[in-house]
């Protein structure tokens, strides 16, 4: 499975900006797909995820409400919707797809990984 990120960029506060993962090889719907992310100085941390068919999504704390992932089978892409963006959401984001998770918010769950796109949120 190969995942390729984009839609990064600069962003003021408050502003939005959504990031996409496309996903080629092996089979979409058995994938439950993440967004992670990694600040610079920071480890890297869960962001969300969706479940096969989207019926369960997860969050950050930090990011419920602002932040709706969504994924489409047909087009084995996966999206990140990010709203009222804060400084503190700069950092480069990953999307990650596994196979079997054992702990969906576990970054070691995930088997696949795209390269990561830049979100900086000025304030």
């Known amino acids: 499975v190969q995942l390729q990120a984009c839609g990064g960029g600069l962003v003021q506060a408050g502003g939005s900006l959504r990031l996409s993962c496309a996903a080629s090889?092996?089979?979409?719907?058995?994938?439950?797909m993440g967004w992670f992310r990694q600040a610079p100085g920071k480890e890297r941390e869960f962001v969300s995820a969706t479940s096969w068919f989207g019926v369960n999504t997860y969050y950050l704390d930090s990011v419920k409400g602002r932040f709706t992932i969504a994924r489409d089978n047909a087009k084995k892409t996966v999206s990140l919707e990010m709203n009222s963006l804060k400084s503190e959401d700069t950092a480069v984001y990953y999307c990650a797809a596994a196979i079997v998770p054992w702990n969906i918010r576990s970054g070691s769950a995930y088997d696949y990984w795209g390269q990561g796109t830049l979100v900086t949120v000025s304030s």
């Open positions: 090889g092996g089979t979409f719907t058995n994938l439950t």
